[in-house]
């Protein structure tokens, strides 16, 4: 129990109290809101999920059937005339086309929320990191 000694200054100072029971369960709820928040800080173990991923990679699917992986079909003359001079590809993606762009502009706003939450987790995550460092070890 030697985690909770420290824990336990800590929380009577602050709290002017020394109840073990109350001490564990606090610490157990700060050791795994660090742990949840480091998980939802990873783009491979978050639970946000951006709901446009299948309507995303179908459209993507369906662009380079369409049009070549990088838009090989869309290119102007000039861009093959300069791809022929200079080795340059110009290449072009599935939210230039209208018909896709509404749901690009959709997944690309929920992927940017998604990406803040994580900052947000992670941000939160290492100050308890933080003030918490010295009573991991003890």
């Known amino acids: 129990m030697t985690k909770v000694t420290s824990v336990r200054r800590r929380f009577i100072n602050e709290n002017d109290r020394d109840n ?3 001490i564990k369960k606090t610490w157990d709820e700060i050791v795994n809101r660090m742990i949840f928040l480091f ?6 173990t978050c639970t946000m999920i951006n ?11 369906d662009f380079t059937k369409r049009f070549g992986f990088f838009g090989e079909k869309l290119m102007t003359d000039e861009e ?3 791809a022929e001079k200079t080795r340059l590809h ?9 018909e ?4 690009c502009d959709k997944y690309f706003e929920e992927d940017r929320k998604i990406a ?8 939160e995550a290492f100050e308890l990191f933080t003030k918490y ?3 991991l070890w003890d």
């Open 116 to 123: 803040e939450y994580r900052v947000k987790c992670k941000d």
């Open 100 to 103: 896709y762009k509404e749901m």
């Open 80 to 82: 093959k005339e300069n």
């Open 39 to 44: 998980r939802e800080a990873s783009e491979d």
């Open 20 to 22: 073990d029971e109350v």
């Open 133 to 135: 460092f010295y009573d």
């Open 51 to 61: 709901p446009y991923e299948d309507e995303i990679h179908s459209a993507r699917d």
């Open 90 to 98: 110009a290449w072009h993606s599935v939210s230039e086309l209208p």
